[in-house]
């Protein structure tokens, strides 16, 4: 599975973004989706996620309430909405798949997409 992640950019504190990731195989539907992210410096860290059929969704502490992840499954596509930024969100954005069920576990993800940077300016 390919994925293309999008949406990336430069947004105030208090702003929103939305996030996009596309993949390339109809066999999309059989993976969970998740977003993590890597500030600099930081390792890479969980933010959401979606199991395959977009009915369960799990998020890090640090996002809940304040991002939403979502999935349309006929357009292989997965959305991270997120809203009231804060500085601390900058970081580069990926999305990921995984066979496995609804996961927040980093090696359970096989597949990566490239990453979009979001910054967060105060």
């Known amino acids: 599975v390919q994925l293309q992640a999008s949406g990336g950019g430069l947004v105030q504190a208090g702003g929103s973004l939305r996030l996009s990731c596309a993949a390339s195989?109809?066999?999309?539907?059989?993976?969970?989706m998740g977003w993590f992210r890597q500030a600099p410096g930081k390792e890479r860290e969980f933010a959401a996620a979606i199991n395959w059929s977009g009915g369960m969704t799990s998020y890090a502490e640090s996002v809940k309430g304040r991002f939403t992840i979502s999935r349309d499954n006929a357009k292989n596509t997965v959305v991270l909405q997120m809203n009231s930024l804060k500085p601390e969100d900058t970081a580069v954005y990926y999305c990921?798949?995984?066979?496995?069920?609804?996961?927040?576990?980093?090696?359970?993800?096989?597949?990566w997409g490239q990453g979009t940077l979001v910054t967060v300016s105060s």
């Open positions: 990921a798949a995984s066979p496995m069920r609804l996961t927040y576990a980093l090696p359970e993800y096989e597949y």
């Open positions: 195989e109809r066999t999309f539907r059989r993976y969970s």
